[in-house]
């Protein structure tokens, strides 16, 4: 008969069996953060969201900075042409959300995740915490690189950006906020049909297209319709009296610009709680 060699273990604690570290929201972010930055792609991505705002904020000023007559005219809003290169920025950005989830479905990947963290809601909202919280870190920079690329023709256009003006604060700083919702719900969709061709064009064609084309029926019912969809709604919140919105056709003003991100958050619950329920429901 072979005797069984103790092992280490065994010999220190013969008694006592191995134990597994209970895992915990916290630890579930953390490895949801390592999956992100691990891949290249997200990166690449990430770079051209954050490069469109500056980009166009400094194109857009240099365009008003070389017709004299512009300066100081009222549609000169700073915050507005700071701002400018978020209906870009919203394509990448919503694209990455879309693939933070389905990446992991078309690899079958989601299956050992599912694997090591049987509470899959836990999983799904790691996933998501991280994806929001990285859009809102890249939106922040974009936003301030903007500011400071265009600040130095603000002289000769006339323009200027304060945060303690109420419509500049709302349009600089509920830039992150807005593209971090729309991540979100892009997130959401994602969740639902697990294919990020699908995923992407769902969500791209409701923002920029399905929107859009509503917005500019004539007919009351539609037009109060479109201004409640997600886009729309949200866009309220960066719209400046003077220039009106730089992400949708819609004119509406039936919304206020907080009630307006209220019913982006609305759309973005309801997309999480379905995408929740499937999850829970459907084999990985």
Not at 13 to 33: I, K, T
Not at 46 to 54: E, Q, R, S, T
Not at 104 to 133: C, N, W, Y
Request: proline share 5%.
């Amino acid at each position: 008969m072979t005797t069984p060699v103790p092992t280490p273990a065994t010999t220190a604690n013969p008694g006592r069996r191995a134990s597994v570290q209970p895992y915990g929201f916290g630890r579930l972010v953390a490895a949801e953060w390592i999956k992100f930055r691990s891949l290249r792609s997200n990166w690449w991505i990430l770079a051209a969201g954050v490069l469109f705002v500056p980009l166009f904020a400094v194109s857009r000023v240099v365009s008003v900075a070389r017709v004299p007559e512009a300066a100081g005219t009222p549609g000169m809003v700073g915050a507005v042409y700071v701002t400018s290169g978020v209906a870009l920025t919203q394509l990448a950005l919503c694209t990455l959300a879309v693939l933070a989830i389905t990446g992991e479905h078309g690899t079958g990947q989601i299956r050992s995740t599912f694997a090591a963290a049987p509470r899959r809601l836990l999983a799904l909202a790691a996933k998501l915490v991280v994806t929001v919280l990285v859009v809102l870190g890249a939106s922040v920079v974009a936003v301030a690189l903007a500011w400071a690329a265009s600040s130095p023709w603000f002289e000769e256009t006339g323009m200027s950006v304060d945060l303690l003006r109420a419509e500049d604060a709302r349009i600089v700083l509920g830039t992150p906020l807005y593209l971090a919702a729309v991540s979100a719900l892009a997130f959401g969709v994602g969740a639902i049909v697990r294919n990020s061709a699908a995923g992407v064009a769902f969500v791209l064609g409701l923002l920029l297209v399905v929107e859009n084309v509503l917005s500019l029926v004539p007919w009351t019912p539609v037009q109060t319709f479109a201004a409640h969809l997600p886009a729309t709604a949200g866009s309220e919140l960066l719209q400046s009296d003077a220039v009106g919105s730089v992400l949708t056709t819609s004119s509406s003003s039936a919304l206020s610009p907080w009630g307006g991100f209220t019913v982006l958050l609305a759309w973005v619950a309801t997309v999480l709680v379905v995408a929740g329920v499937l999850v829970r429901r459907r084999d990985a």
